[in-house]
């Protein structure tokens, strides 16, 4: 049985759901982290072409998106009540 790759509605789903969750930590250094290591992961498997790639791809990306949302819980549990120096800039 063929698998079919993900539409490119699905993959730019999966891409917004990291920057999503990536706004859950509470710390600088570590959101900025996510949103720059999503971005390089994408980026680098945008020229993917055939299929079963795609879809190994595709599913990593999603077990990893479920990794992430377990450490967003954890860390938040144990974040560091000080902003960090960066966040006292921006404001």
Known sequence: MAVAAPMRAEVMSLFRSFLRMARQFS??????????????????NRALGDVPTVVA???????????????AVVYSLYAPKAKSIMEMKLQ
Do not use: S
């Open 27 to 44: 710390d600088y250094n570590i959101r900025e982290y996510t949103c720059h290591r999503a971005a390089d992961a994408f980026r680098e």
């Open 57 to 71: 791809a595709f599913a990593y990306g999603k077990k990893q998106l479920e990794v992430a949302k377990r450490q």
